[in-house]
């Protein structure tokens, strides 16, 4: 049995304003998994993915890497979850390409030879190295979502937590990043709605809606139920689409 | 969206760019301080320092040009501070508005005096430009850093830095947007709309300042920003340091 990397138990949130995100999820992820959070708009996935090193945090339980979310966890939490959010622009917040990169691996006190190094390797894992010195600002979308990635890769973490990774894509920077999130070899949580990307990268898929699990399944079980795709704003991957 | 950013020359490979920017910082300040305390009216001083800076400019390898440009764009806000002057001090009169009503005098002390501070606003101008244009623009937030300057002053330059172009597209593509929606409508009606945009711009840039300090906490921000700085003050830059702030003084000793 692999170890369990993250376990919820009937996790709840509010937001400040009352509005209900999250009712009651549970969900175990175990290591090595690639786990696709599917669900319509507003089903509560980033909210949920928010929860996972703690920039929220939900009433009830939350485990991960067997370790309680609370203040004194927090930081080593954050070491071992990266989590890339959906608009590269908020993710990358530095002037410099290299600086962005190195934000996470200085403040995990690393020294200037080793932060150095995390740099230039994640950068070089998701194909952007030649960009090291260019303002983040100068970037294009697909560049910028890569570099995102690294911001969090140079931190070496254990799980990775994707929102959305390839929205604003062209096909082929689409696929470049599907072919990089392929390579990584650590549990990954992807939140998205292209269900292309789900079937490529992940084997266990979970469908959110109203902020409640509504499957939970390996992924052709799931992205075969064409009614339940439907019935939550979803449809039939188009790769799968050909082969019916 | 592409635009001109500010150290664009900053990757240059010149004895001007390789310069420890602490040093830099101190020797352009020294110059300035110098400059602004010459005597007024003591032109051959103020050409002196002149050639001085565009000996440095010749030094880095940018483009004189672009200096010259650049320096342009604020020269309109010297002239407009200073055009003043010439009405106000007191002294031998140049030239006297023809009527009893509007007393208006250009005296020989002003016109003295609004050439002197155009004079040294345009070589304080060219300095710093010269600064900032020669050093990669973090580098130089970080010497600031160790030159004492608060981190929480630096960290927000360093943010303005960063997200001024993304509020600029911003507020472009909501204009184009309003553009292709607008026929007709009276000039009154679209500023208001103008002054709607902004309002949405203001609350746009707070909600990203928001999500954007989550993406600093979730790679473990405590507060402090923590950075890399490669350089070490060497030989090369007490010698720049030591004949620049001597040619300086030199030149405001004998002819200041």
């Not at chain 1, 370790?67 to 959010?85: A, H, M, Q, S, W």
């Not at chain 1, 995990?108 to 740099?119: P, R």
């Not at chain 1, 079937?199 to 266990?204: A, I, Y």
């Not at chain 2, 101190?26 to 009216?41: E, L």
Request: aromatic letters at 10%; a positive charge; proline letters at 4%.
């Amino acid at each position: 049995m692999p170890r369990k990397v993250i376990e919820i138990k009937n996790l709840s949130y509010s937001y400040p304003d009352g509005t209900s995100a999250i009712k009651a999820l549970s969900l175990d992820v175990f290591e090595a998994e690639s786990v696709g959070i599917i669900g319509p708009n507003g089903a509560g996935k980033t909210t949920l993915l928010l929860h996972l090193n703690g920039i929220l945090r939900g009433t009830n339980h939350i485990r991960i890497l067997d370790l309680e979310i609370n203040d004194k966890t927090l930081p080593l939490l954050r070491k071992k979850v990266g989590l890339v959010f959906q608009h590269p622009d908020d993710q990358l917040f530095m002037p410099y390409v290299f600086d962005d990169v190195a934000f996470g691996p200085l403040n995990m006190g690393l020294t200037k030879d080793q932060v150095e190094n995390a740099v230039r390797c994640a950068l070089k894992e998701v194909d952007m190295l030649d960009c090291i010195r260019r303002p983040s600002h100068h970037l294009s979308a697909g560049q910028k979502k890569r570099v995102s990635l690294a911001t969090v890769l140079s931190m070496a973490p254990e799980v990775l937590v994707l929102d959305e990774p390839s929205s604003d894509l062209d096909p082929k920077h689409r696929r470049d990043l599907i072919q990089i999130i392929k390579r990584l070899k650590i549990t990954k949580l992807i939140a998205t709605h292209d269900l292309d990307l789900v079937l490529e990268v992940c084997s266990r898929v979970v469908l959110l809606d109203s902020g409640k699990l509504v499957a939970s399944g390996g992924v052709l079980e799931i992205f075969n139920n064409r009614q339940l795709l439907e019935a939550h704003n979803l449809g039939i991957p188009n790769a799968m689409c050909r082969t019916i | 969206m592409e635009h001109s950013y500010i150290d664009e020359y900053s990757h240059i490979n010149s004895f001007i760019h390789n310069l420890e920017p602490r040093i830099k910082i101190f020797t352009f300040f020294v110059f300035i301080i110098i400059v602004i305390f010459t005597r007024p009216g003591s032109a051959f001083a103020f050409s002196l320092y002149g050639v001085l800076i565009f000996i440095l400019i010749l030094l880095s390898n940018i483009p004189i040009m672009l200096i010259l440009k650049r320096s342009l764009a604020v020269i309109p806000f010297v002239l407009f501070m200073s055009i003043f002057v010439i009405f106000l001090k007191a002294g031998r009169p140049f030239w006297e508005f023809p009527s009893r009503v509007f007393k208006l005098t250009i005296t020989y002390e002003g016109l003295t005096m609004f050439v002197n501070i155009v004079m040294k606003a345009y070589l304080c101008i060219l300095c710093m430009l010269l600064l900032i244009v020669s050093t990669n623009f973090l580098n130089l937030l970080k010497a600031f850093e160790k030159l004492r300057i608060p981190a929480v002053l630096i960290m927000v330059i360093s943010f303005m830095y960063r997200y001024l172009f993304i509020l600029e597209d911003e507020l472009m593509m909501m204009k184009r947007a309003k553009n292709s929606r607008t026929v007709g409508g009276s000039g009154w009606f679209h500023t208001k709309v103008l002054s709607n945009m902004l309002g949405v711009l203001f609350v746009r840039a707070y909600e990203r300042a928001e999500d954007v300090y989550l993406a600093m906490c979730a790679r473990g921000f405590d507060g402090q920003i923590k950075t890399i700085y490669d350089y070490k003050i060497g030989i090369k830059d007490f010698v720049f340091l030591a004949v620049i702030i001597s040619a300086v003084s030199i030149i405001k000793i004998f002819k200041g």
